[in-house]
């Protein structure tokens, strides 16, 4: 049974930081491909940065320059360290795991990130 369990999320003040995790278990966590998608409130899943089997990373730009995505395969887990947050990053966050030449991956259940003053 694949699970992924993100944790993490939090309300931050404007400016502030969080560090976003996604656990994975039941998959050969090293062949899959990361992503990280949010879902604002009223709005529609967006791609927020991944990470591909050999490290390689790419971002939304909303988010360039502030996130960065890294993994460690050895404990399973993605991170999403999210710097000089902004009330429009207020979602909830996702991680989705793409194991290479399946057909379909895994979602997580999310964990909300809400950035308030």
């Known amino acids: 049974q694949v699970q992924l369990v993100e944790s993490g999320g939090g309300l931050v003040q404007p400016g502030g930081s969080l560090r976003l995790s996604c656990e994975a278990s039941?998959?050969?966590?090293?062949?899959?491909?990361i992503r990280w998608y949010r879902q604002p409130p009223g709005k529609q899943r967006e791609l927020v940065a991944g990470?591909?089997?050999?490290?390689?990373?790419n971002y939304a730009g909303a988010v360039k320059g502030r996130f960065t995505i890294s993994r460690d395969n050895a404990k399973n887990t993605v991170y999403l360290q999210m710097n000089s947050l902004k009330p429009e990053d207020t979602a909830v966050y996702y991680c989705?795991?793409?194991?290479?030449?399946?057909?379909?991956?895994?979602w997580g259940q999310g964990t909300q990130v809400t950035v308030s003053s």
């Open positions: 990470v591909t089997t050999g490290g390689n990373t």
């Open positions: 039941g998959i050969i966590f090293k062949n899959c491909i």
């Open positions: 989705y795991a793409d194991p290479v030449g399946w057909a379909s991956g895994y």
